[in-house]
């Protein structure tokens, strides 16, 4: 069993940055892959990024390429988004997923991942 616990959201406005974590509980979180996912007032949820379990290979949502960056720390079983250039589009809630994978792969199909946290807010105006 795997819990992920969000932070970092908050009310910013378009151009800033903000910096998202998930912290994981367990002690075989270097064994997850990890996503994160978004879902804004209406719309399905999506896919934002992925890193495989190693840190080594990442993956990302068109939209978010060159402005979200994925990350990891398996020693402090943390998660992070770092999303610069924040864009009123980018307004959702962010939740992170876990999904234990035995090839160094980065994730990025919900119905995949077997754990989910409960999100955090990120809120862009224009």
């Known amino acids: 069993q795997v819990q992920l616990v969000e932070s970092g959201g908050g009310l910013v406005q378009a151009g800033d940055s903000l910096k998202l974590s998930c912290a994981a509980s367990g002690r075989t979180f270097g064994s997850y892959a990890m996503a994160w996912f978004r879902q804004a007032p209406g719309k399905e949820r999506e896919f934002v990024a992925g890193?495989?379990?190693?840190?080594?290979?990442?993956y990302y949502k068109d939209s978010v390429k060159g402005r979200f960056t994925i990350s990891r720390d398996n020693a402090k079983n943390t998660v992070y988004l770092q999303m610069n250039s924040l864009k009123p589009e980018d307004t959702a809630v962010y939740y992170c997923?876990?999904?234990?994978?035995?090839?160094?792969?980065?994730?990025?199909?919900?119905?995949?991942?077997?754990?989910w946290g409960k999100g955090t807010l990120v809120t862009v105006s224009s």
């Open positions: 890193i495989s379990w190693s840190g080594s290979s990442t």
């Open positions: 997923a876990a999904v234990r994978i035995v090839s160094d792969v980065a994730p990025r199909a919900s119905y995949a991942m077997d754990y």
